[in-house]
Structure formats: C-alpha cells, structure tokens
C-alpha cells in the first residue's frame, strides 16, 4: 500500500512514471503510451488513446451537458415541488 515514494506523476494508461500530458485529453503518459503528431507548425505529444480514437475530446462535453439536463431536472423538481403547495 506505499507508494513508491515522493510525488510521481504516472502514467494514466500503464501505470509507469509519465513524461507529459496529452494535449488534448491532459492525462498524464509516459514516454511509451504517447504517439508525437505533428499538426501545422508545432508537434504535439498525443496519448494512445486520443492518437487512435480521436473523439474522447467529446465525452467530457457529453458528461457536462447531462450534467446541466440534472440539475436543471432538480430545479424544476423543486419549482413543480413550491408551486404544488400553494
Ligand atoms: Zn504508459
Ligand atoms: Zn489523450
């Protein structure tokens, strides 16, 4: 249950110590689980999974918009709740 001491940053697929983020989903990768692509003037450090999907940039907005549609429901729960005791 020890870490294996000090504040390493590892690798968000195998575990081992990372070298950087992803750029686009900002998880931590080492040097092995990362792909370098070039895009217009810069080279980006992308993690596999974003290297081969492409599309996880869209699951957190999905997970924002159902976040947003529940709490919307519990306010309208809670305004359907007041108007139902007047
Ligand atoms: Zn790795
Ligand atoms: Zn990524």
């Excluded at 390493?8 to 697929?13: H, N, P």
């Excluded at 996880?56 to 305004?79: D, E, K």
């Amino acid at each position: 249950m020890t870490d294996g001491g000090g504040p390493v940053t590892r690798c968000a697929l195998c575990g081992r110590p990372a070298s950087g983020p992803c750029a686009r989903c900002r998880r931590s990768v080492c040097a092995d689980c990362c792909e370098l692509t070039s895009g217009g003037a810069a080279t980006f450090a992308l993690c596999l999974t974003c290297a081969r999907g492409g599309s996880s940039l869209r699951r957190p907005w999905l997970h924002l918009t159902l976040w947003l549609l529940a709490i919307t429901a519990g306010v309208v729960a809670v305004g359907l709740g007041l108007a139902a005791l007047r």
